[in-house]
């Protein structure tokens, strides 16, 4: 019912920048939020960003200062520009929404994409 296409990752040597973008469609009346999460190989899934309806922003720790995450309304999209690259920031990133459609709310997860940092 809503499906997300996430673009973005690849390969960055340390100190670089990549952008992800994530793109909902389907029949929605309004994001209650939609955002980032991430998941490097043997650890959990983790938060990294999102924005709620409203337009405040949740971003952990461990990338305040170098992630900023932004959305297009116009285009149920947002994204999220990552700087400052270190190897630590290596994982797959998923895009998650929780939307509202009809019936009541939905949530989903992109397909994921891969981030990698190294020299």
């Known amino acids: 019912q809503v499906q997300l296409v996430e673009s973005g990752g690849g390969l960055v040597q340390p100190g670089g920048s990549l952008r992800l973008s994530c793109a909902a469609s389907?029949?929605?009346?309004?994001?209650?939020?939609m955002g980032w999460f991430r998941q490097a190989p043997g650890k959990q899934r983790e938060l990294v960003a999102l924005?709620?309806?409203?337009?405040?922003?949740i971003i952990t720790d461990s990338v305040k200062g170098r992630f900023t995450i932004s959305r297009d309304n116009a285009k149920n999209t947002v994204s999220l520009q990552m700087s400052s690259l270190k190897p630590e920031d290596t994982a797959v990133y998923y895009c998650?929404?929780?939307?509202?459609?009809?019936?009541?709310?939905?949530?989903?997860w992109g397909q994921g994409t891969q981030v990698t940092v190294s020299s």
């Open positions: 924005i709620t309806g409203p337009g405040s922003t």
């Open positions: 998650h929404i929780r939307a509202e459609i009809s019936g009541g709310y939905y949530e989903t």
């Open positions: 389907g029949s929605i009346f309004s994001i209650n939020r």
